[in-house]
């Protein structure tokens, strides 16, 4: 990569905060935009150097436009764009009662905002510059009553290789897909701590770490990443290659 600039959507909660904590550290500018005012607030106080916000909703066209008309007059060109932004939580009531307000939503900010992100501001991304989408395991596999939110993050692991054969060679598109990351300490009170048997479970020996998300994301929006574009990194510390049908006699998982 280029440049160190890099826009980070989602920026000021749990996993996008953490990743714009990350990098910041590691010598990014970063222009970091949420629909969250009060979580921005909180951010802005602590006046890190080489960060800038901004209050946006992403799936609003126009909002996304002046974004980069923003970014143009600020950086010039970008390095790196970060889609995280998303409702993250992935429940909601069971199909029969699914209200088509709440399936809109979920979609609209976690598949048309990357969109609207993508069509904006990729144009300012230098040659050999980033997107990294920011999926889920969900788009895989899934409990019930998540519908909105696992079409939402399929979608959003198929537009990263749609976008990937229309933006390249210049531009480079891939998603990561994480699993249970544990934010707990970016959300006091908010996200309660995962437990020793949450950590048991996984086949790596713990909950995984916001770090573990993005160093990935600033692998793949480095040059060493260079021949990887379209695709998805699960992480997930193996959760999504463990089998979990359990044998009842034993109420332990079943072997082959």
Known sequence: MNSGNIVITGAARGLGLGMTRYFLGHDY??????????ALARLDQAQ???????HLDVTEESSVQSLARLVESRFGRLGGIINNAAISQPYHEPIDKLSLS???RVLAVNLTGPMLICKHLSPLLEQGGAIVNIGSTRAHQS????EAY???????????????????????????????????ALQPGDTPAPGPEDHAQHPAGRVGLVNDVAAMARFLLSNESG????QEFIVDGGMSRRMIYRDCATDTPAAE
């Open 150 to 184: 696992a079409a939402s993050k399929g979608g959003l692991v198929a537009l990263t290789h749609a976008l990937a054969i229309s933006l390249g060679p210049r531009v480079r598109v891939n998603a990561i897909s994480p699993g249970w990351i544990d934010v707990s």
């Open 48 to 54: 890190v150097p080489g960060l800038q916000l901004v």
């Open 143 to 146: 409990e019930p009553n998540s």
């Open 102 to 104: 709440h399936w809109q």
């Open 29 to 38: 500018q970063v222009l970091g935009v949420d629909l969250d005012k009060e």
């Open 227 to 230: 021949f990887v574009t379209g």
